[in-house]
């Protein structure tokens, strides 16, 4: 039997913000752990994908900032056939101390006593984490691809600002040496 490295709790009164491509800014969040948080959303979203989520609920005078990366995702199709809701699980990045005490004060406001107990994952979960749904998978897979596109156009883009650069350099040198002469 697989385990969850830690326990989720639902995220009552947890408002969150979203920065994310193609995910709108407002997102309910399904349930949340130490390790990670659940999006609701019918957007699809690339597995691997970066997540930027600022978290607020009564109490916290400022918004807690985490950042991650989609490990999951249930589609409207997964969702109707588990009984479950549409969106994206999110594994988080390590927090920075002093984010990492507000945020397991959260944790603990909203249920979670021992952080540390990992609860045993049920065979009835398994469809929030790996999708067999076709399009699901081909929608990952268009948008992972759509952000290597993206990532060769910049890098093509700054080998093209270098190289002009370059020339840039190689006319002044000329002229520097013809000035000495």
């Known amino acids: ?3 969850r490295r830690h326990r989720r709790v639902e995220a009552k009164g947890v408002a969150a913000h979203v920065e994310a491509d193609k ?3 407002q997102c309910n969040i399904e349930n949340i752990s130490a390790g990670g948080l659940f999006l609701r959303t019918i957007t699809p979203m690339p597995l691997g994908m970066p997540v930027r989520v600022e978290l607020t609920k009564g109490g916290l005078r400022t918004p807690l900032v985490v950042t991650g990366r989609v490990a999951s995702v249930v589609s409207e199709a997964e969702a109707k056939k588990h009984d479950a809701v549409p969106g994206v699980g999110v594994e988080l990045d390590a927090l920075p101390p002093d984010q990492e005490k507000r945020f397991y ?3 603990r406001d909203l249920g979670l006593k021992d952080l540390a107990d990992p609860t045993p994952l049920e065979p009835d979960d398994l469809h929030g984490h790996a999708s ?13 691809l759509d952000m290597l596109t993206d990532a060769l156009q910049k890098v093509k883009d700054r080998d093209d600002e ?6 840039q350099i190689r006319k002044l040198q000329i002229e520097l040496k013809a000035a000495r002469g």
């Open 1 to 3: 039997m697989k385990h």
């Open 23 to 25: 995910l709108p800014g």
């Open 105 to 107: 004060a959260l944790l």
């Open 132 to 144: 067999p749904d076709t399009h699901t998978v081909a929608t990952n897979v268009r948008g992972l």
């Open 162 to 167: 270098i190289g002009k650069l370059k020339d």
